[in-house]
């Protein structure tokens, strides 16, 4: 029993300390979003441009041709 309460002090101590060095900004947070800019991914995603931009094909096909029109409208 006593060697449990010593295993979970010593992990409440690594994670306190592991806290205090990562807020007062000795050791970078590893779970920072903005690191994502500056990688290969990052720096591609910036680059690509669209190459249809606002050239889209019209997909709807029932906005031509509506299958159920002249159908009997319930009136409830």
């Known amino acids: 029993m006593?060697?449990?309460w010593i295993i979970i002090v010593l992990i409440l101590l690594l994670v306190g300390g592991?806290?205090?060095l990562i807020s007062s900004g000795k050791l970078s947070n590893p779970l920072n979003k903005n690191t994502a800019?500056?990688?290969l991914g990052g720096q591609i995603?910036?680059?690509t441009?669209?190459?249809l931009?606002?050239?889209i094909p019209e997909t709807n096909p029932f906005?031509?041709?509506n299958p159920f029109k002249g159908v009997y409208?319930?009136?409830f």
């Open 2 to 4: 006593e060697k449990i």
């Open 18 to 20: 592991a806290y205090y």
């Open 37 to 39: 800019t500056s990688s």
């Open 45 to 47: 995603y910036n680059q």
């Open 49 to 51: 441009q669209n190459p």
């Open 53 to 55: 931009k606002d050239k």
């Open 63 to 65: 906005g031509k041709v």
């Open 73 to 75: 409208k319930n009136p």
